[in-house]
């Protein structure tokens, strides 16, 4: 039986195409205040993360970069890790799903689920995304695209190994009703259900022939394990898992997972495929999944082709690890998506990392060397406006570790500054510097600096999950060993006769907009040397235009320009209107006839008044132009 007191976080492992972006960077920074804070409630916690490298995505890109796959992935890990390790995450074990271990255990769970019928050998024909490397029936295509990321699809079939998902979707449907906190938050549990289980689900492609990196089914190796056999897994061979029984020491602690952190997006694989994977293995289930929000960049998802990524690395260096950590941590609600923008975070940092936290730290650091030459004394000379202060620094932790138990670290952040304002306020209710002033008060004012020291003493510890290093900052300065979270139990433990810092150091300065503005443009030259084969596209770029052989069956001239054709050319399943400006090459009658290449999937545009559905394709030189054109292959048919 589990330890209850034994935790095992997991977040998603990062896909190894390229660098993550501060997007991708939030899940790992929220698993770690998670991690923490269940450190400071007593946990025993284990927490995993690390990197998903194999599928034909990477394969495709290595060869782009002229380097076999496992450099290419060795360097992109290196990065992943980097990031993370920048983040001040405190992960026990980064995973890589091409450590020999796993790659074994992969092999015999493959192996198992054969042997007892769960996986069987067939053909699979339908509409495949390349990024996603997954098959979806023409029924599940949104707008004729990808339904996870809109991308475009294509027609493929091969031979392949099913794994019966219909099979155990009965039990699973079960298990989360009986299980309402498996899938949080509730509305992803909706969509799964009503979305996915309710309406049946079709047998899952878990093997390809496309293409070799991945881990070779051993018992048919012109089949590699498909991705997320592979890279689901990692969540119990990365503890020691083993089919054979001979399990290490933290699988037979820790699991099952008592959280899987992931994103929004990839919910169906976590809550779908892989509990019904452990119910063929027989493994209990993971505890909990909760599919977090994303962080927009202003209104707009990140992207690498719109060119609005930011990179964790480029925040740290303007703005440093803890107000970064802070900022998406605070602004991303529970179940919404958050934004972030250069102009937001100076906002935020201003507002609450400089003049609500750093200005009372060092103001209240510098009235005690001022007034008692840094000595900390409590005379107990109480007043009624003490009292508000107390209850609300008493109140704190436990509604803070509440509200992580739910993970909702932006309410749980706004406790903690819940207090570190009234602490501001209490400064201005009891005017220490008056107080100073009058030699009978002296008593009353060391109290009220006591106070001061005791509520700062209790925020400090409860950012440690979320800004750890400011946390450590602000005890180091106070001198104080009473650190852990059960030292918040009294209002008045930090020791009489204790003496702070005599040189306060500055936690968060006030950021000039102007010339953090400056520094942002100053990375411009840095992304544009990162970006110098910007002119090249990825395989993944070329998927995404469809290119249609198309017949020319009626030409004229546009009415009001002389140098544009309207083609209507039959593409197959539709005719299309074209608009072109090849009037001075070719006649209307030279047009009919004609085979030519469209590319079918360019928006519709308005040239002079008539819509254009489409673009012809042609080479030009100087004063020459031609169209490019086939001979017998039939309108419809697709250029690769």
Not at 188 to 198: D, G, I, Q, V, Y
Request: aromatic share 10%.
């Amino acid at each position: 039986m589990k330890n209850p007191k034994d935790y095992y976080l997991t977040t998603a492992i990062t896909y190894t195409s390229g660098k993550p972006h501060i997007g991708n960077t939030y899940e790992i920074i929220l698993a770690d205040a998670i991690a923490r804070s269940k450190r400071q409630e007593g946990y025993n916690v284990y927490f995993q993360t690390g990197t998903d490298e194999h599928g034909q995505k990477i394969e495709l890109k290595a060869q782009e970069a002229g380097i076999p796959p496992k450099q290419f992935v060795d360097e992109k890990a290196a990065v992943v890790k980097n990031i993370w390790d920048l983040m001040d995450s405190s992960y026990d074990k980064f995973m890589r799903t091409t450590d020999e271990y796993h790659i074994k255990q992969v092999q015999k769970i493959f192996k198992k689920l054969y042997d007892q019928g769960d996986i069987y050998l067939g053909h699979y024909e339908g509409k495949y995304c390349t990024a996603c490397e997954s098959f979806f029936t023409e029924s599940q295509l949104v707008d004729g695209k990808c339904p996870d990321c809109g991308g475009p699809v294509h027609d493929a079939k091969e031979e392949a190994y099913f794994f019966k998902l219909s099979k155990y979707a009965d039990r699973l449907i079960q298990h989360i009703e009986n299980h309402p906190e498996f899938i949080q938050p509730v509305s992803r549990k909706n969509e799964m259900m009503n979305n996915f289980l309710k309406p049946g689900l079709q047998d899952l492609c878990v093997s390809r022939t496309t293409f070799t990196w991945s881990i070779p089914v051993d018992f048919d190796p012109k089949h590699v394990v498909y991705v997320w056999i592979d890279a689901l897994t990692n969540y119990i061979t990365g503890l020691g898992y083993d089919v054979d029984g001979n399990h290490g020491e933290l699988y037979k602690r820790y699991w099952p997972a008592d959280l899987h952190l992931i994103g929004k997006d990839i919910v169906r694989f976590h809550t779908i495929y892989w509990p019904i994977m452990l119910m063929a293995l027989d493994i209990p289930l993971p505890k909990q999944v909760f599919g977090h929000p994303w962080l927009l960049q202003g209104e707009s998802k990140m992207s690498k082709s719109k060119g609005n990524v930011i990179y964790a690395d480029d925040l740290v260096q303007i703005f440093g690890v803890d107000a970064v950590r802070y900022y998406v941590l605070h602004e991303i609600p529970y179940d919404n998506d958050g934004s972030i923008t250069w102009d937001l975070l100076v906002e935020r940092i201003n507002s609450d990392l400089a003049n609500i936290l750093g200005n009372l730290v060092n103001r209240t650091i510098a009235m005690t060397n001022k007034y008692f030459d840094g000595v900390v004394t409590n005379p107990e000379v109480y007043e009624e406006v003490d009292d508000e202060l107390k209850q609300i620094a008493l109140a704190m932790p436990k509604k803070v570790q509440d509200l992580m138990d739910e993970f909702k670290a932006s309410k749980a952040l706004d406790e903690i500054f819940v207090l570190l304002r009234r602490t501001n306020k209490y400064i201005d209710d009891t005017m220490p510097w008056a107080l100073a002033k009058e030699t009978d008060k002296q008593e009353r004012l060391a109290t009220v600096l006591y106070n001061l020291i005791e509520a700062i003493r209790f925020a400090a510890i409860a950012l440690e999950p979320f800004m750890p290093s400011t946390s450590t900052k602000i005890l180091d300065q106070i001198h104080t060993d009473l650190r852990d979270f059960k030292d918040l139990s009294t209002f008045g433990l930090y020791p009489v006769g204790n003496k702070v810092t005599d040189k306060p150091q500055q936690l968060f300065a006030r950021l000039d907009p102007k010339e953090v503005e400056k520094k942002v443009e100053a990375l411009q030259p840095k992304k544009q040397e990162q970006k110098e084969d910007e002119n090249q596209i990825t395989i993944d770029d070329f998927a995404k235009i469809e290119l249609t052989v198309g017949t020319v069956e009626k030409c004229e001239k546009h009415p009001d320009a002389d140098k544009l054709l309207i083609s209507q050319i039959n593409i197959g399943k539709e005719v299309r209107q074209i608009v072109s400006g090849i009037a001075d090459f070719y006649s209307p009658e030279d047009m009919i006839g004609k085979k030519v290449i469209v590319v079918s999937n360019l928006k519709p545009a308005v040239l002079r008044g008539v819509e254009s559905q489409g673009m012809i394709l042609a080479g030009s030189k100087k004063k020459l132009l031609e169209l490019v054109s086939v001979e017998s292959l039939p309108n419809g048919t697709k250029i690769k």
